[in-house]
């Protein structure tokens, strides 16, 4: 299973407290975690990237183990501690005002 | 007895403001969506219990949400656990999808190059007047947005930026069509005003769309002063009863049409300034018009910090001020284009909400003035449900 930490307003879009855990096939990219994670909580589609594009939203960031991982190509596999569940997979607003 | 309710869509979530007839005592719901920017919430006329309300984030992008029970419980159409048990093929979280119909192409930039279609987010959601499942979404890049499914899916009307869209250009608060007007006694007419594109009317239900800009005059914004498109209208309103006579509120100047929009007048008279955001019609009144004059579009503030309602009961030209119970020293707030509006009751209520986050009622058409609440985030829409 694949850990996720979902930032404060997609845990409340989603309805779910702390982390989330999902099922991804191997290999296990930025791109299927973000699918199944779609899969799951349709209400997030759009909300992380782009519907059509899907291109990452301009201030959302991908961290996971201590690397920021959100200017990497969506077919970059992800730690083997994230894929083994040791480590969570960190969907983030970005720093800003307002 | 009669009820109101007053949607309330502010920079840091929804309120619900609701009290009975005598518009006294108010009980606040809210913040709904709690940090997100909450461009308008509306109810259908056709059911009142039916809410639409846009929640939009700089970080997450666009959100619609629906309550079904009158804002107590709200849900994003299509993505429920219910519905997605439904029939192979259903929509699934599509609700935030706003894709433009074909080539997206292109409209005026600010440099005066041509910019791609871009969404941005939902300005206003026009519920049907018949129809609690049917409402159409103005979205940011222009454009215009119809839902037949309660909000699950939306589909593009592209015959609207057919009518000159390359040349429409954003201001400085972006280009979105921000005031959509359904024509009680012809269902195929529908009216939108958009910043900086101007005033359009569609005598199809949609298909094909034309301006009805002749008798704006802009010379301090467009370089030809009556120009076809290009107008930053700020907002449009229309009494029920006379679908063909609409005022507006235009970036500099107020003005009305008597024939659907082919021709416009200024009725500013004796305003102090004839800059601002919001106009509305009294309920009862036809010729009963409100707006709140803004400084300049470069001090957005009211003129000598003084907040004053101007009422016209002729239509236009002559204007009173209306300041019971409004600051008249010290005030620096702003009223937006989508932050006023009125209830039914026997005596009209108008209402309005400032960039101060007070929202402000009249139960005496105008008379005098109470602030409901004081201290919500900047308002950025104000509507009003009359329930019987």
Known sequence: ??????????????????????????????????AALEEKFPV???TIRDHDTLKRR?????????????LEPPETRLPDEVVSGAEPFLIVGAMAGG | ????????????????????????????????????????????????????????????????????????????????????????GFPKGESNKFVYA?????????????????????WHIEPSLTDPDTAYAGV????????????????????????????????????AVHTILLDPKNAQRIYVAISAGGCFRTDDGGKTWKPITRGLKSPYELPDPDAEVGHCVHR????????????????????????????????????????????????????TIFVVPIKSDSEHYPPEGKLRVYRSKTGGNDWEPLTKGLPQKNCYVNVLRDAMAVDSLDKCGIYFGTTGGQVYCSANGGNSWNAIIRDLPAVYSVEVQTLR
């Open chain 2, 236 to 287: 449009i309103a229309l009494h029920p009863s006379r679908p063909d006579v609409l005022f507006m509120q235009k970036h500099w100047d107020v003005l009305r049409t008597d024939n659907a929009g082919e021709l416009w007048n200024e009725v500013s008279g004796n305003l102090p300034t004839d800059f601002g955001f919001p106009i509305d019609v009294h309920a009862h009144e036809p010729e």
């Open chain 2, 140 to 175: 940011e890049d222009a454009a215009i947005f119809k839902t037949t499914d309660g909000g699950k899916t939306w589909k593009e009307l592209p015959g609207l930026r057919h009518a000159k869209g390359n040349l429409w250009q954003p201001g400085a608060g972006g280009m």
């Open chain 1, 58 to 70: 301009p201030f959302v960031r991908f961290f996971a183990c201590k690397e920021d991982l959100s």
């Open chain 2, 1 to 88: 007895m009669s009820k109101i309710r007053v949607l309330v869509g502010t920079k840091k979530g929804a309120f619900i403001l609701t009290a009975d007839g005598l518009r006294k005592d108010w009980k606040i719901s809210g913040p709904h969506f709690a940090g997100w920017e909450i461009y308008h919430v509306k109810g259908s006329a056709a059911d009142p219990n039916r809410l639409y309300a846009s929640q939009t984030s700089g970080w997450f992008g666009q959100i619609i949400q629906r309550s079904d029970d009158g804002g107590k419980t709200w849900n994003t159409p299509g993505s429920s656990a219910e519905e997605l048990k439904g029939p192979e």
């Open chain 1, 44 to 46: 997030l589609r759009g």
């Open chain 2, 102 to 122: 074909g080539e997206a192409g292109t409209h005026k930039w600010y440099d005066g190059t041509q910019h791609p279609w871009e969404f941005k987010r939902v």
């Open chain 1, 1 to 34: 299973m694949i850990r996720v930490v979902l930032p404060f307003h997609l845990r409340n879009l989603a309805r779910v407290d702390g982390e989330v855990q999902i099922e991804v096939a191997a290999p296990v990219t930025v791109r299927a975690v973000l």
